[in-house]
Nanobody, 123 residues
Framework: QVQLVESGGDLVQAGGSVRLSCVASGRMFSTYAMAWFRQAPGKEREFVSAINLSGISTFYADSVKGRFTISRDNAKTTVYLQMNSLKPEDTAVYYC????????????????WGQGTQVTVSS
């Protein structure tokens, strides 16, 4: 079992930055690929970014590429999402997710989810 707890959500102005954290409890964090998804009101949950077991390989949705950076610290069992140059359309609840071994862009393939953290970007 893996439990995920996100933090760092905030209300920021367009162009600002926010750093999200997701702390995992449970054993063998380094055997889980990690990802961030987001869900805006009235919209489906969408993939944002993912990172492989070691942190060397990352993947981003086109909408955030060049603005967001995912990273992980296996010693701290934490995954981060640094979000820069935020836009109003980035407003959503951001969720951390984990699955064994390989990452995926499909939310249905993830086994563990956090409770979400709200990011609101004002124009």
């Amino acid at each position: 079992q893996v439990q995920l707890v996100e933090s760092g959500g905030d209300l920021v102005q367009a162009g600002g930055s926010v750093r999200l954290s997701c702390v995992a409890s449970g054993r063998m964090f380094s055997t889980y690929a990690m990802a961030w998804f987001r869900q805006a009101p009235g919209k489906e949950r969408e993939f944002v970014s993912a990172i492989n077991l070691s942190g060397i390989s990352t993947f981003y949705a086109d909408s955030v590429k060049g603005r967001f950076t995912i990273s992980r610290d296996n010693a701290k069992t934490t995954v981060y999402l640094q979000m820069n140059s935020l836009k109003p359309e980035d407003t959503a609840v951001y969720y951390c997710a984990a699955r064994k071994n390989l990452y995926s862009t499909s939310f249905s393939r993830y086994d563990y989810w956090g409770q979400g953290t709200q990011v609101t970007v004002s124009s």
